[in-house]
């Protein structure tokens, strides 16, 4: 069995649904369900005995200590976290203590589990941290793309925050042995994303003939990966990943957001036809300390896991599209009144 953390929000879901589509072993999943959670996003594993869903908050330390203890999982996957960069600018508070504190307890958790563990158990156990490029800063238009031995040089509240959360797994390792994974991804992007993060909100907005807000000029580059690949690259880690490594994963797939956008509305002209969507593209006021451009060096984990993404971003972005088109319901229900409003804050028009 494994203990997934935030197995309700987009990535965690989606590792959850395609972990029990490959194989019987069971998992459990603690989720806060906080704005970005959504029991919706599990409907698939609803009726499956193989799954058992547990509301709570990570820092929660009896907590975790009563699930290690009673459901015994041979690895955690810890994708728990505070994750939009725009609400750490607005209120940095939750991103220190669940990112931060949290992973800190779980961590903590995680220690006198292990310590206490039996061989074999203890020999297969591992706690694999899902964790983000962006502690790695922005780079100049022609730097490399970050590699596993890019200094730290966070930016942003939620980036400070993840970075805290990465040095305290790398020291538990070096400290105490606790046999810890590392994952650092570029942007992800596919079904049951939150319709605050780029493409989901530009898909939802395009729908309802609403502009689609985009950041500065537009020109701001990140590294694209469908969902569904930085899953498969977890689950090999997992497996294959040496304990104490950190590993990068992206998929090549550099874009400006300009482009994504322009990129989504011939798909959408394509799957849902009748309207202009690029007219609807309206610039907005920049982001605070906006990060220029992130960038993946995967050479790591393709030599030493053999993973590569299987999708491209054209084959990913039309099956995002569909789904958001498929799963209109779900759209409907996570962008209530406290979304409308969250919306207008952070996307003022240049001139408001
Ligand atoms: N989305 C991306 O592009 C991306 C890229 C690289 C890394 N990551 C990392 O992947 C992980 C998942 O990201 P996501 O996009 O799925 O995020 P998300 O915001 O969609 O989901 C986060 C989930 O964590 C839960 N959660 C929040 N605080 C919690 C707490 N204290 N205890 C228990 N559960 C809590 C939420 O309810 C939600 O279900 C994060 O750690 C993020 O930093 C995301």
């Excluded at 099956?319 to 229900?333: E, F, K, P």
Aim: glycine content about 8%; proline content about 5%; aromatic content about 10%.
């Amino acid at each position: 069995m494994i203990l997934v953390t935030g197995g309700a929000g987009f990535i965690g879901a989606n590792f959850v649904i395609d972990w029990l589509a490959q194989s019987d072993e069971r998992v459990v999943t603690l989720d806060k369900l906080t704005y970005a959670g959504n029991l919706g996003n599990l409907s698939p594993v609803r009726d499956d005995a193989r799954h058992v869903f547990v509301r709570g908050d990570i820092g929660d330390r009896a907590l975790a200590e009563r699930l290690l203890a009673e459901y015994r999982p041979r690895a955690i996957v810890n994708f728990a976290a505070e994750t939009h960069v725009d609400r750490s600018i607005h209120g940095p508070a939750a991103f220190i203590a669940t990112n931060v504190v949290g992973t800190f307890e779980l961590l903590d958790a995680a220690r006198a589990h292990f310590a206490a563990l039996p061989e074999p158990e203890r020999a297969r156990f591992r706690f694999l941290h899902v964790s983000t490029d962006e502690v790695f800063g922005s780079l100049g238009p022609h730097d490399a793309g970050f590699s596993e031995t890019t200094a730290y040089a966070p930016n942003s509240p939620y980036s400070a925050s993840k970075a805290a959360a990465d040095h305290l797994v790398r020291a538990y390792h070096h400290t105490y042995g606790v046999p810890v994974l590392t994952t650092n991804c570029s942007n992800n992007y596919g079904p049951r994303q939150f319709p605050e993060k780029l493409i989901p909100l530009m898909i939802h907005n395009a729908l309802a003939g609403n502009p689609l807000p985009v950041y500065g000029d537009g020109g701001n580059v990140r590294d694209w990966l469908y969902v569904g690949d930085h899953c498969a690259a977890i689950r090999a880690v997992l497996e294959r990943g040496r304990p104490g490594e950190t590993y990068n994963i992206g998929g090549n797939a550099e874009m400006t957001n300009l482009e994504v956008v322009n990129a989504l509305c011939r798909v959408l002209a394509l799957q849902r036809p009748g309207r202009d969507y690029a007219a609807q593209i309206n610039f907005v006021r920049d982001r605070p300390g906006h990060d220029r451009r992130y960038a993946i060096d995967p050479t790591k984990i393709r030599a030493e896991i053999g993973w590569a993404p299987r999708e491209t971003f054209e084959s990913g972005l039309a099956q995002t599209v569909r789904w958001y088109l498929d799963n209109s319901a779900w759209l409907a229900a996570v962008t209530s009144g406290e979304y409308k409003k969250w919306v207008s804050l952070n996307y003022a028009t240049e001139d408001a």
